[in-house]
């Protein structure tokens, strides 16, 4: 896929991980949509962008909200063949906690919007991208999820969070075998600890541990490098139906 020719959706596009990747995305020429529903920095991230973005408000787990968000973006950037799921919550909390065992409205919570939100926004953006015409080795459109190393060692407290990852790891290769024959492809990224809005609000001395933890390079992820990555999927065809781990070589100790 030409980088310079994408036309693009980006499911928590207004901060982080997502933002970064519309940066780059944009920086290449390409057009983007971002998805999210924080809607003043949403517009922000819209309006430093510029005319190769628009921002849709959208609620992952609403399919009708989805389909809708899809066709939106399609008419925006007269395509679609990218969709990137970044939107995410942390969901953190022990199953047996001090005052009582977790709600299962909490757990529910974190499965629906990590990894229910992730299947939708990829089914509907397939079901779009099914109709475009092939490009080289009949390419019609990527899908790139958004996991991370908690699917694989998850912390006490991540029972939660881990089990939305790891059914986004889970799915990545069916999804991408069953696309194979309309020519889309499906790859999941699952990053370690990357320097995010939610770590800069962490004491100093968290952080410090934080990038301690990491062997090398001992720093925390940039988002930037996120980016980097889903453009060198986009760029290499040959990537399919897997997960790659982006983390410095961290494996996440019990707590």
Not at 63 to 73: H, N, P, Q, W
Not at 207 to 222: D, E, V
Request: some cysteine; glycine content about 10%; aromatic content about 6%.
């Amino acid at each position: 896929m030409n980088f310079t020719q994408v036309k693009a959706l980006v499911t928590g596009g207004a901060s982080g991980l997502g933002l970064s990747v519309a940066r780059r995305i944009v920086a290449n020429g390409g057009r983007v949509c971002l998805l999210d529903i924080n809607d003043q920095a949403g517009a922000a991230a819209a309006r430093e962008l510029g005319k190769g973005s628009r921002y849709v408000h959208t609620d992952v787990t609403a399919e009708a909200a989805v389909c809708s968000a899809i066709e939106e973006s399609f008419a925006a950037n007269s395509g679609l063949n990218l969709a990137v799921n970044c939107a995410g919550v942390i969901g953190a909390g022990r199953v047996l906690g001090r005052e009582a065992p977790m709600e299962l409205s909490f757990f529910t919570h974190t499965i629906m919007i990590n990894l229910v939100g992730s299947f939708n926004v990829a089914k509907a953006a397939a079901d779009r991208m099914q109709h475009n015409e092939p490009g080289e080795d009949g390419e019609r459109g990527l899908i790139v999820n958004t996991a991370s190393v908690a699917a694989y060692e998850g912390q006490i407290g991540q029972a939660a969070y881990s089990a939305s990852k790891a059914g986004i790891v889970g799915m990545t290769l069916p999804m991408a075998r069953e696309f194979a024959r309309i020519g889309i492809r499906v790859m999941t990224i699952a990053p370690g600890i990357f320097w995010t809005p939610m770590v800069d609000g962490m004491p100093e001395q968290v952080q410090q541990s934080l990038s301690a933890s990491i062997p090398f390079p001992a720093r925390l992820g940039k988002v930037e490098e996120f980016a980097a990555m889903v453009q060198h999927i986009a760029e290499n065809v040959y990537l399919n139906g897997t997960t790659i781990r982006l983390d410095g070589a961290v494996r996440l100790a019990a707590k």
